[in-house]
Structures are given as C-alpha cells and as structure tokens.
C-alpha cells in the first residue's frame, strides 16, 4: 500500500510515520509512505496513481487541505483522500472533493488502523474485481471501477478505461451487460454504449460528459431513464458520504432521557402546522409531544425534560411571548419561538422574552432542522438514542424496541435498520447496504443483504404488525417507512 502524508507540523508527521510502522509490524502488511510538509511540495512531486491513501491536513500555511485536494483530484480521481484536522467544522466541505474519511487530532492507533484495514480490504477487493477479456494477445483482465464506458461497433467491443487506454475483443455487447448492469454505477445510455456514472461528471441533453472529458452519446428513447439514473445514483452517493459527518461530530453532554432520543415540545394550536413540524422532527429520529396551549405546555415543562421547546406566537390565551418568560423561570430547556409572524420587531420580542431562536413558518425543511440541531447541541444534549414511532434504537447499547418490548436483533440486523432510519423515506440500494455493514467483503449481487433483510423484516413484522416498517422498492432497493 502507498501512503503519502501532508502536515506543515514536523511532530504531527512524525507522530503520522510512527503509527504507520508500528501498523506494518502489527498486520504484517508492506507499505510504502512520503512525508511533505506543505501542499507546493507534495503537489510539485504528485503525477496521479503514485498513492493508495493519502493523509492530508486541512490548516497549513500557503495552500490549504481543500486548496490540495481540489488540484489532487484533477490529477488522481479514484485515491483515497482522510483529512486530517483539530476541527470537524470543515467535515461536509470534505465532499465536494470526496473524502474517504475525516479524522480529528490528535490521532491515535484505534483511529487509525481500523481505516487502514478497510482501505487495505477495498484495495485487495478492486483487484479482485476484475472484467476478464479474451484479446487476440491472450486473457487480459481490466479494472471494473476504472472502467468508464463499453462502446460496440459491429462486431468489436472497446472498453475504455479512465486512464485513456482501451481494450478491445471480438463480441457482441450483450456479452458483458448482465455483468455490469447488476452493479448500480452501470447503465445502458443507448443499443451501443454502457456507462459507468461513478465516472460522470455531467449530463447534457444527448450526452453524458465522462471525468476525462468524453462524451458518451444517450439515445432519444433513453434520455429520461438515463437523466433520473444519474440523480438517484448522486442522491446515493450523497446519503452514504453523510455518514462521514455523523463520525466526526464533536461529542457532547448526553441527554437526560433513558432512551437517549431528543425529545421536543411543540406547541402549536393548528393541527396542520404541528402535524407537518413534527414528521420532520421525527424523520430525524426525535420524540415530539404536542401541546395546543400555553398552559399545556406549562404543566409538561414541569413534569418532563425536554431538549427543546418550539413554541407558537399565536396561541390560545396568553402569547407565545408571555409563556416563554414563565417557562423561563421553570427550566433551562432552550426555547425557539416558531411562528407565521415575520416582522423583525417581533423576533425582537421573541429574543427579549428568553428565545434563543426565532424561526418563521416559511422556513425550509432543511434549514428548520439544521437550526434545531445546532441549538440543542450547543445548549450541551447529545442523541444516544433515535425514536421513529414504535421503535426506538439504542445507539449506546446497541439494542431496538417497539413499545418498549426488545426485537432479538443480530449485530448485523442493527447496524442495516440503523442505516435505513437515518435515511427514512429514502431508497437505499443493496450494493449501499453491502458497502457499509459488509465492507471488504466481496459483492456477492446482494444475495447476503437479501438474506439478512428478509430476517430482520419477520422479527419487525411480528413485533409490529400495523404496517411494515420497511419496505421493498423492487429494483431499487429499501426504504424504512415511518408512518402509513
């Protein structure tokens, strides 16, 4: 394995070297690394395919991690990229140059080298994973990831590779499709031609633009199916680059709540309001109680812990404003006001009241949450737990309930139902699935996914018969559902 590590701090590198010759001794596996310490030097010395792994740190002087990364990827599309850093704050810029992983000082042996095990197993995987081709020089076997695109012209079928080189053999296209449709980066863009979208950079109306520059032709009756292919493979790949965010984020104060879900007071007098606030405070895993009025939600505050209170201007009774001075004096559960009324005097009003927050009803779903989160994580409470209707998953025990009775699930059925609930209402695909609990085991076409699934699927279906909480997307993949 080849390592290249970047750090303007001479102890860091060192601290860097020592862990990965102690991890050559303890896995008894060779690597090969370089030290530079600033980004001119490693960027003036890289070419592209020289490293497996690169370690990079984000704050140096001159050019910066993500300055580096930006021009590396322009060199070397496909090397594994961990940003290195005292601050998680920059973990969801890391995407837009698609890190591998995000690790924060200072770096120790239980970081480190369960990371080089998987960058390890996915390289002895990748060149496991190989299209055998029988050419007139003999059997020759070419990278399936690096593949970009099959193209056929009569009887000849050329693959050409994102390095530039091709390869071709005597066939027909249908010789090579069940093998590379089955993966979920492969699509047929017209009668001659197989894309590969790991390797897209964009779409145009009769085309797909490869990485390297080529232009893939899509054909007229194919246009829609291709252009809704490459969102959801992009949407995918988002969902599963969102857990790099989940691994980095800085620990806090646990919350006071047995089950280690955020719990949240709504108070809101319209049924539609609460209804639409809280589905998506709860497709984020939080357990919400509702209250009409100012008095309800007076008496809760008192005999209940919440990590929030999301509170209404226009109630019933006394104001939102008034309230929040009352509530004030009975917890120190952060308040957020959130209300139709814009008007800038009365978010004044709201602050001057105790609100640490004001959010208008206008407010998109995205932006809602990301406040939520970011108050009740500065205000020191942390999830240990997630809650979605019925069931409840105890990340710290690893075990899950449906009303409050324990489902006898496998380690592995807990980390697959984990997965899809923190991707609720979206499809996520057998080879996601595969990647992220199976990592470095081979991809068997998902039949181990399918088997785990099915069981994981009767012990939900016999704790809770109401309706299924996960549900096949034939084609596609799963979805876990929260409410019917």
Request: glycine share 6%; hydrophobic share 40%.
């Amino acid at each position: 394995m080849q390592i290249a590590i970047c750090d303007d701090d001479e102890s860091e590198l060192r601290h860097l070297s020592e862990l990965i010759a102690a991890y050559q001794i303890n896995r008894g596996i060779r690597i090969d690394y370089c030290s530079f310490h600033n980004g001119m030097d490693f960027l003036s010395h890289i070419k592209g395919g020289e490293y497996d792994l690169i370690l990079m740190d984000i704050l140096m002087p001159g050019l910066n991690g993500m300055q580096i990364a930006q021009e590396l990827r322009t060199l070397d599309a496909n090397v594994k990229l961990i940003f290195i850093s005292a601050s998680p704050e920059f973990a969801m810029e890391s995407y837009r140059v698609e890190a591998y992983h995000y690790l924060l000082k200072p770096i120790n042996a239980n970081d480190l080298y369960p990371l080089l095990d998987k960058v390890h197993r996915e390289l002895c995987t990748q060149e496991e994973e190989k299209l055998l081709l029988k050419t007139r020089q003999g059997i020759v076997g070419i990278s399936i990831t690096n593949l970009e695109y099959v193209e056929v012209i009569n009887k000849s079928v050329s693959f050409h590779l994102s390095d530039g080189t091709t390869r071709q053999v005597t066939a027909t296209l249908t010789d090579f499709e069940q093998t590379l449709l089955h993966r979920p980066e492969f699509i047929k863009t017209h009668r001659a031609y197989l894309a590969n979208l790991s390797l897209v950079q964009s779409i145009e109306l009769n085309c797909l633009v490869t990485k390297s520059g080529c232009r893939i032709p899509v054909s007229r009756q194919r246009r829609h199916e291709v252009r809704d292919a490459y969102i959801h493979f992009l949407q995918q790949k988002k969902l599963t680059l969102s857990t790099l965010a989940a691994q980095v984020e800085a620990p806090c104060k646990k919350s006071g709540h047995s089950d280690g879900s955020w719990h949240i007071l709504l108070v809101d007098d319209d049924a539609s309001d609460c209804s639409f606030w809280a589905g998506i405070l709860q497709s984020h895993g939080c357990a919400v109680q509702s209250a009409k009025s100012g008095q309800e939600a007076l008496t809760l505050a008192q005999s209940v812990p919440y990590d929030c209170i999301l509170l209404d201007v226009m109630i019933p009774g006394e104001n939102g404003f008034s309230i929040c001075e009352k509530l004030r004096k009975l917890t120190h559960t952060p308040i957020i006001f959130l209300s139709c009324l814009t008007e800038s005097d009365r978010q004044l009003e709201g602050f001057a009241a105790g609100g640490i927050d004001y959010i208008t009803k206008n407010t998109p779903p995205e932006l809602f949450w990301a406040k939520i989160e970011t108050r009740i994580k500065l205000a020191g409470s942390n999830r240990t737990g997630l809650c979605y209707g019925p069931l409840l998953l105890d990340l710290a025990k690893r075990r899950g309930y449906i009303n409050q009775m324990e489902l006898p699930l496998t380690s592995t059925e807990f980390d697959i139902l984990h997965l899809l609930t923190k991707h609720a209402e979206h499809v996520v695909t057998p080879k996601e699935i595969s990647d992220i609990v199976f990592y470095g085991q081979p991809w068997d076409g998902g039949q181990t996914v399918q088997i785990h699934m099915s069981r994981l699927r009767r012990k939900l279906e016999k704790a809770w018969s109401e309706y299924p909480l996960i549900e096949t997307v034939w084609g596609q993949g799963y979805r876990f559902v929260l409410t019917r």
